[in-house]
């Protein structure tokens, strides 16, 4: 299932190709200040079959919170949309942000990071339910 995406000024876009490894929403606090919400929903796809179409988007790093290795964020300079990761812990993996996809019906398979869960944020049907990182 291929896929593509941008930021909210449409000034960078991006594609996959093949189905998501894993989708996933991840209730850390680090993923919450990232993306300014409750958490991030994630769609993991390799390095390989992610390409940049048009733009360059800004990095920043952090720590990854289990791994302890360097996550580097990847968004849009201009609109400031949060638009894919890179994450040390998971090498060859881009984590790319479900909000930045067209298509908006992707089936959440895992729940991250429960303990950091918000309590006004009910858990997802179906999906598997993990306190941390497995």
Wanted: aromatic share 8%.
């Amino acid at each position: 299932m291929p896929g593509s995406g941008s930021c909210a000024c449409g000034n960078i876009t991006f594609k996959y190709d093949g189905e998501p490894a894993l989708t996933a929403v991840c209730h850390c606090n680090n993923c919450q200040k990232w993306t300014g919400s409750a958490f991030s929903s994630n769609v993991a796809v390799p390095t390989t079959a992610f390409a940049i179409l048009r733009g360059t988007p800004k990095t920043w790093s952090r720590l990854g919170l289990v791994s302890g290795k360097e996550h580097i964020q990847y968004f849009c300079g201009d609109c400031g949309s949060a638009l894919y990761s890179q994450p040390g812990g998971m090498p060859g993996t881009t984590l790319i942000k479900a909000g930045s996809l067209a298509d908006n019906n992707i089936a959440i398979a895992a729940e991250l990071f429960t303990k950091d869960r918000r309590s006004y944020i009910q858990p997802i049907s179906n999906a598997q339910q993990a306190e941390k990182m497995p």
